[in-house]
């Protein structure tokens, strides 16, 4: 009788628990549909951003989104050219450039007869917002050799980019004859940017490859500074910049100067190196902190340089270790930038993206860095960077296995005016302004 009563016993307190555990649930449940309702939102609604009607402006001296503040995402397409002739070639940069100055500016596509394929992809809706979206259009090497009326006005330094001593380059990510960088708030203004490219000129180039990429968003500090954003190994990425809002430090180190070696036709245009970066995260995460800190030349929590300061914008002085005391020799900093008189001549302008691929084939995270820098002078910017850190101890952590070099030519002076118009001018092409 006595174990009949304890099994009555505990089955009263599973039912009891049950009902407690059911009423605990129900009331948790109640608590998150409330807090729901509050927030005004259901799961599938989409985000809210203040951010949609940011614009910048298509028309200048120089294209936009070299200098143009990056925001939180960004790719590369890089496409191969059908057009062949000068007339081809400027329906082209005139499509080109009248399809960037509407997806720039946002606004309402037209209304097409639904016996017909819409004007525009929907993906962001009925009205296309700008969200900060800039397109920056450059030109492959291949672009002028593959077209004998173009070859003569080929810029100066515009090469072929070819393999590095680490690098493990995939065909298929590299090189064309045009590349676009696309960059927006939002990934998926990016890509309705990109379809709708590929929508209007199908005739005239075809896509090859494409590499997106992001960037972490972060508040400003207390003070109103601004950090540099982290890549994949978990340092800041940009720290020694060069200040893109100085005009006078850019004419010098970004933007091909009038006078100089270069066709006339290329003033105001930059060269552009864009690299596919992989990184090994998995073995970098197993390296020991001291070793990362060695091998960058930097503290990883503050990005400050080694030796010295408290923040990433601190310069380090290199005349007082000379033998790599303090950063050592090989450290990436050191390496790529000699802080000197004369590796003033190397800086580049960088506006990296992070990029997640997935997994690989042997279980690995495909994670990199979307390289892309602007520099005046190719030879003397990045590869001659590149040169300096052939041999590094990072290469263990990373592989470049994609990109390629273009110049990227002066921007559309007005709406008359189009990306490239310089350049057929100066190969003889009659362009006629359009009002």
Not at 155 to 160: I, W
Not at 321 to 346: C, M, Q, W, Y
């Amino acid at each position: 009788m006595a174990t009949n009563d304890n099994k009555l016993v505990t089955t009263r307190r599973n039912v009891l628990f049950g009902v407690g555990a059911a009423g605990s649930a129900l009331a948790t449940g109640l608590t998150t549909a409330r807090a729901a309702e509050k927030q005004g939102g259901q799961v599938t609604d989409a985000p809210v951003s203040d951010k949609t009607q940011e614009r910048q402006s298509f028309y200048g001296l120089h294209q936009a989104g070299i200098v143009t503040p990056r925001p939180a995402a960004g790719m590369i397409a890089s496409f191969h050219v059908l057009a062949e002739t000068p007339a081809d070639v400027e329906r082209l940069f005139r499509t080109l450039s009248s399809r960037i100055a509407f997806l720039m500016q946002g606004g309402t596509p037209p209304e097409l007869d639904d016996k017909l394929p819409p004007a525009d992809s929907g993906l962001l809706g009925p009205v296309v917002p700008p969200d900060n979206l800039t397109i920056t259009v450059s030109l492959g090497s291949s672009f002028f050799d593959d077209r004998d009326w173009l070859a003569p006005h080929k810029p100066a330094r515009l090469s072929r980019m070819k393999a590095f001593r680490n690098d493990a380059l995939d065909a298929d990510l590299c090189h064309g004859d045009l590349a676009l960088q696309i960059s927006a708030n939002t990934p998926d203004t990016n890509i309705h940017a990109l379809r709708d490219v590929l929508k209007n000129l199908p005739d005239l180039m075809v896509l090859r490859w494409k590499q997106e990429g992001s960037v972490p968003v972060l508040p400003p500090k207390s003070d109103g500074t601004h950090e540099s954003a982290r890549n994949f190994l978990g340092f800041r990425d940009g720290s020694a910049n060069p200040d893109a809002r100085d005009a006078a430090l850019m004419d010098k180190i970004v933007w091909v100067p009038e006078n100089g070696t270069e066709p006339d036709w290329t003033r105001g245009g930059s060269y552009q190196a864009v690299r596919i970066i992989r990184n090994f995260v998995e073995r970098w995460d197993r390296t020991p902190l001291g070793e990362q800190e060695r091998i960058i030349g930097r503290k990883k929590a503050t990005g400050a340089p080694h030796g010295g300061g408290n923040t990433e914008h601190d310069v380090p002085d290199y005349s007082k270790d000379p033998e790599g005391t303090v950063t050592p020799l090989d450290a990436h900093i050191r390496l790529a930038n000699f802080r000197t008189k004369a590796s003033e001549a190397n800086l580049i302008l960088r506006r990296p993206f992070n990029y997640s691929n997935g997994v690989s084939k042997s279980g690995q995270l495909e994670q990199g860095l979307l390289f892309i820098c602007y520099q005046a002078d190719l030879e003397k910017g990045f590869i001659t960077v590149q040169r300096q850190l052939d041999g590094e101890p990072l290469e263990e952590y990373i592989k470049p296995i994609g990109g390629g070099f273009f110049f990227t030519p002066p921007g559309p002076q007005d709406e008359s005016d189009f990306v490239g118009r310089t350049l057929l001018e100066a190969a003889g092409h009659d362009v006629i302004r359009k009002s």
